[in-house]
């Protein structure tokens, strides 16, 4: 038995040195660093199915991978290989070894999940970056700072669609009652998402063990459930950024918050985000010339980023996946509070600076210019209040009770209203010594920087309305 293993791991460094050989030839001889580096990296990713055919025990499955990130932080270091080159803080060679490592021992008796995870960096991972270098022209920001484009994560997510359903259907490793088709759709989202936050080559670490993890642990009775959502979280997506209502951040936070509420939160959780989502959008567009001179003010306005779709969503998310692990139905209210105050604030928000009469600060009740923040108006605190009673009555058709009604109204309201409070006492607000005017921008639109006035500098606007969706949801929460 061990002379078998030790025959596969000549094969295998045998393998590996010789798609090592022909990419750095490649790249001396005039072939172009990336593709060269692609070369290397689908070769090398492949051998998983070596691995697997050729060796009887994970102790010794896990030496070339193992051996491979110690030569790899060497060459590294040394800048011994040109095909391989990186910048020297980027370790991604290390990290993709790392990985391979991990599943080859973790999912050692499950080959769909290993396949499945190493194929979604393997593939995946590579079209992304051929795409985005060739068609990339929607770019966005990670939260490390590295710039992808929307094309390249699409492309990563059709293809590892496609790589995990072949692994997972050909290969054992899954209950029998598991819904493959879905199961891969959830796979590649949630690659596509933990690609486009990666920085560093960090992603060739996470991609890998995020869509292994994924195969290995989805419960089947939510595997339906969560890939569909994921599904119509995407396309939802992807048509608000055609349509200039998400940023392609935005889209990213869009299929984070509604995967697992489409996927976990049942019908009146689906139908309450799609009601917030399609209504604040449809109120952003309405009466723009009216609203450009003190929206030009706030921190975000118009096209919705990550911050801003996390910052009203990310509650009601964490709701849903705690509503779908411990089968308590208040998480259901706290999910709907949530969402209402979301939605509460948002069509304050629009409408309110449409009133004729000047706002009032809340904290004294003095007339303030529109705009400002913490400032309430008879319009906005109506608006308000439309805006949570849309969000519950939308839900209703879902078999919510209409006793419940006013008390997600209330939610939202009081939610809105904390949002404002916060506003007035400690949310971050500036001032633009050169238009000697109030704002939300640290930049103002005139382009000089502005200097803090009042509040914490860490308090921005969507940390405030993360608060304000909190207290709609514990408010909610305990109907």
Request: with cysteine; hydrophobic share 50%.
């Amino acid at each position: 038995m061990m002379s078998q293993d030790l025959q596969a791991l000549l094969l295998s460094y045998g393998y590996v040195g010789a798609c090592v050989l022909v990419g750095e030839v490649a790249a001396r001889r005039g072939v172009p660093r990336e593709l060269a580096r692609k070369f290397i990296h689908v070769g090398v990713g492949l051998w998983i199915f070596g691995i697997l055919a050729l060796f009887e025990h994970r102790e010794w499955a896990v030496l070339p991978s193992l051996t491979a990130a110690v030569g790899n932080y060497v060459i590294h270091r040394k800048r011994l290989l040109q095909a391989v080159e990186a910048p020297q803080d980027n370790l991604g060679t290390v990290w993709f070894a790392l990985s391979f490592s991990a599943l080859v021992w973790g999912a050692w008796e499950r080959p769909a999940v290993a396949v499945g995870g190493i194929l979604a960096m393997t593939i995946g991972d590579a079209l992304a970056s051929l795409v985005g270098r060739r068609f990339g022209r929607h770019r966005y920001e990670t939260l490390g700072g590295e710039l992808k484009s929307l094309e390249g994560s699409l492309a990563l997510c059709a293809s590892t669609f496609l790589c995990v359903l072949a692994a997972i259907t050909w290969l054992p490793g899954l209950p029998p009652d598991m819904p493959r088709v879905t199961l891969a759709l959830l796979a590649a989202v949630v690659a596509t998402c933990v690609e486009a936050l990666g920085t560093r080559g960090l992603d060739n670490l996470w991609v890998p063990l995020a869509t292994g993890g994924v195969l290995a642990w989805t419960p089947a009775a939510n595997a339906w459930g969560l890939g569909m959502g994921a599904g119509i979280a995407l396309f939802i997506g992807v048509a608000a950024w055609a349509r200039g209502s998400l940023s392609p951040s935005g889209v990213l936070g869009a299929i984070l918050v509604g995967t697992p509420v489409f996927g976990l939160g049942g019908p009146a959780g689906a139908v309450a985000l799609l009601g917030f989502f399609f209504s604040s959008s449809a109120l952003s567009k309405m009466f723009r010339a009216r609203k450009a001179d003190v929206e030009a003010e706030y921190a975000k306005t118009g096209t919705r980023d990550l911050g801003q779709a996390l910052a009203n969503g990310g509650v009601a998310a964490v709701a849903a996946v705690l509503l779908a692990t411990t089968g308590d139905s208040r998480y259901l209210l706290a999910m709907l509070g949530a969402l209402a105050a979301a939605n509460a604030d948002t069509w304050a928000t629009e409408l309110g600076v449409l009133s004729r009469s000047p706002p009032r600060q809340l904290t004294t009740l003095r007339p303030v210019p529109p705009g400002t923040s913490g400032a309430v108006s008879a319009m906005g605190l109506l608006a308000s209040t439309a805006g949570a009673a849309f969000v519950a009555l939308i839900a209703l058709p879902t078999g919510l009770s209409w006793r419940l009604v006013p008390w997600l109204v209330l939610a939202g309201v009081v939610g809105s209203l904390s949002d404002s409070l916060l506003g007035a006492t400690v949310q971050d607000v500036r001032w633009c010594e050169a238009c000697a005017r109030e704002t939300e921008r640290r930049v103002h639109r005139c382009g000089r920087p502005t200097r803090s006035l009042r509040g914490l500098g860490w308090l921005g606007n969507d940390t405030v309305n993360v608060l304000a969706t909190v207290m709609g949801a514990a408010l909610a929460f305990w109907a």
